[in-house]
């Protein structure tokens, strides 16, 4: 599924693509939608940027064991393992 968000709307928020982006993301890690590294991704950043932010936003890292398998996964996947 696919979003289209014009231009006009991001100008009336006044937000660039991915400051919206960064707020979905957010929002639905918030609500435990989205793990961090979803979260991250939909984000386009990485984990450690989102967690830095989160942080400045006083937003718990709620991070479980299927998180951390996700990241492990992750990690092996990039050959970091």
């Known amino acids: 599924m696919s979003i289209v968000i014009t231009e006009d709307t991001l100008k009336t928020i006044s937000m660039s693509e991915d400051e919206l982006l960064l707020e979905i993301a957010i929002m639905l890690f918030q609500q435990e939608k989205f793990t961090l590294g979803q979260a991250s991704n939909f984000a386009k950043i990485n984990q450690l940027q989102l967690q830095k932010i989160l942080g400045s936003r006083q937003i718990s890292p709620h991070y479980d064991l299927a998180e951390l398998r996700e ?8 050959n970091w393992l």
């Open 71 to 78: 990241d492990v996964h992750s990690l092996e996947a990039n």
